[in-house]
């Protein structure tokens, strides 16, 4: 039984004609089910874990970037496959996953070509992270596998950790796409801040390295961005899940 999760931004009007588009394709391939309307303070996990009960096989997220991290940095491991719909702008996990926007999505999902997938946990909240974890320019010790140790010093730095959603660099180039959801580590990309230009900061190139764990610690708080998530820290750990996640992609997928 497939479970459809809709994000609460496709009530929107503009969307009407796409939703209805694919909840036809969907009963065309006789995959169409359950729809439930995630409201705000929704809790995607008990969500989830109530439909698995009742006999869910593969819960469907609709919507963006922002529906799949608020899913499944709460219900990740909840033992189940997940597929995804995109619908609208702010899509950049649908094509790392080789997943077209809109009606077309339809077809990916009906084929149930599955993956296991690396999926990130962090300490802070104790959830998981699916898309990238970012701490902006800040100063603060980055030690990772219990080996290796990076300082801010003088200039602050920027932490980027890649999962599902590529970090993007430079505005042109195709090698700015390092993307391994399947090798067992998180891809970490730490770029130090050169000098403050006129209207934004000036980076000096990132330095790109895989981890299995790191700890991210400062006298002072930093900022945390996680799937959506921001809270304050002054240390977290962040780390490879032992469990991975069941995902229904496309043949076009990046990995």
Not at 170 to 182: A, N, S, T, W
């Amino acid at each position: 039984m497939y479970i459809y999760l809709y994000d609460n931004f496709l009530k929107e009007k503009k969307f009407d004609a796409t939703v209805k588009a694919m909840e036809t394709r969907l009963t065309d391939f006789g995959i169409a089910g359950k729809i439930i309307r995630l409201q705000a303070m929704a809790n995607p996990e008990s969500i989830v874990e109530d439909e698995i009960k009742r006999g869910a096989a593969t819960i469907v997220m609709v919507g963006n970037d922002a529906t799949f991290g608020h899913i499944l940095s709460r219900a990740a491991t909840c033992g189940t496959s997940f597929g995804f719909l995109p619908v609208g702008a702010n899509n950049s996990i649908a094509s790392v996953l080789g997943i077209p926007v809109g009606v077309a999505a339809c077809e990916v999902l009906s084929r149930r070509r599955k993956l296991k997938l690396d999926i990130g946990w962090i300490s802070n909240r104790n959830r998981f992270f699916i898309s990238q974890l970012h701490i902006p320019p800040s100063h603060f010790t980055v030690v990772y596998d219990e080996k290796f140790q990076v300082s801010s010093l003088g200039n602050k730095m920027e932490l980027v950790v890649c999962n599902l959603q590529p970090f993007i660099w430079r505005e042109k180039g195709k090698d700015d796409l390092v993307i391994h959801p399947q090798d067992g580590k998180l891809e970490a990309f730490l770029r130090p801040v050169a000098r403050r230009g006129l209207w934004r900061d000036i980076f000096e190139e990132p330095s790109i390295f895989p981890f299995e764990e790191m700890t991210v610690s400062s006298a002072s708080p930093f900022p945390v961005e996680a799937d959506g998530n921001v809270t304050k820290e002054k240390k977290i750990t962040i780390k490879l899940a032992k469990k991975r996640i069941e995902m229904i992609v496309g043949k076009e997928r990046k990995f």
